[in-house]
T-cell receptor
Framework: GENVEQHPSTLSVQEGDSAVIKCTYS??????FPWYKQELGKRPQLIID?????GEKKDQRIAVTLNKTAKHFSLHITETQPEDSAVYFC????????????FGDGTTLTVKP | DAGVIQSPRHEVTEMGQEVTLRCKPI?????LFWYRQTMMRGLELLIY????????DSGMPEDRFSAKMPNASFSTLKIQPSEPRDSAVYFC?????????????FGEGSRLTVL
């Protein structure tokens, strides 16, 4: 089955700096890669996703890049703000089945004011 | 829409007791998922349904766990008998389509503590 590895497990940055979280996956059949943000005590919520026919996607301060050949994808957050502090999860799923999304272990991002 | 609704939000029970967690998916979503979240194992998919039919229950830990979806607007996850290692946050999520790629909408979760 799919195996998703996420790094780093914790990340601390100063407000205004950029943050990068990286994930690798093992199953070449995966072609949907969402990122979820989970604030303390809350539910995970989708912040951005990318499909395998796209190499990069951007939404304001958030961007995701995908390298299918190397089987890795990354989340980039620019101009970080304290409210970006949360746990971020990457996931990978095959085309026909989002239900089989395999999640990474999460990255705890702390943005210091 | 109120989103995915789960109950109870918190449950504290003693080992050996039966636990039933409930979920109401978003109206119009025909895929429903049960996840378990722990510090040690992260987010694990337990089971998911398409159009009320269980598709993959390979993530269910053991026979003590069972899940049902009697209709499009209701699902239950039951643990009988419960054990301390079942303590976790259990999330229900729903999505549109036949389990195709797309956003998962999570409920607030049910925090289970088994003493």
């Amino acid at each position: 089955g799919e195996n998703v590895e996420q790094h780093p497990s914790t990340l601390s940055v100063q407000e205004g700096d950029s943050a990068v979280i990286k994930c690798t996956y093992s199953d070449s059949a995966s072609n949907y890669f969402p990122w979820y943000k989970q604030e303390l005590g809350k539910r995970p919520q989708l912040i951005i996703d990318i499909r395998s026919n796209v190499g990069e996607k951007k939404d304001q301060r958030i961007a995701v890049t995908l390298n299918k050949t190397a089987k890795h994808f990354s989340l980039h957050i620019t101009e970080t703000q304290p409210e970006d502090s949360a746990v971020y999860f990457c996931a990978a799923s095959p085309n026909t089945n989002a239900g089989k999304s395999t999640f990474g272990d999460g990255t705890t991002l702390t943005v210091k004011p | 829409d109120a989103g995915v609704i789960q109950s109870p939000r918190h449950e504290v029970t003693e080992m050996g007791q039966e636990v039933t967690l409930r979920c109401k998916p978003i109206s119009g979503h025909n895929s429903l998922f049960w996840y378990r979240q722990t510090m040690m194992r992260g987010l694990e998919l337990l089971i998911y349904f398409n159009n009320n039919v269980p598709i993959d229950d390979s993530g269910m830990p053991e026979d003590r766990f069972s899940a049902k979806m009697p209709n499009a607007s209701f699902s239950t996850l039951k643990i009988q008998p419960s054990e301390p290692r079942d303590s976790a946050v259990y999330f229900c999520a729903s999505s549109k389509g036949q389990g195709n790629t797309g956003e998962l909408f999570f409920g607030e979760g049910s925090r289970l503590t088994v003493l």
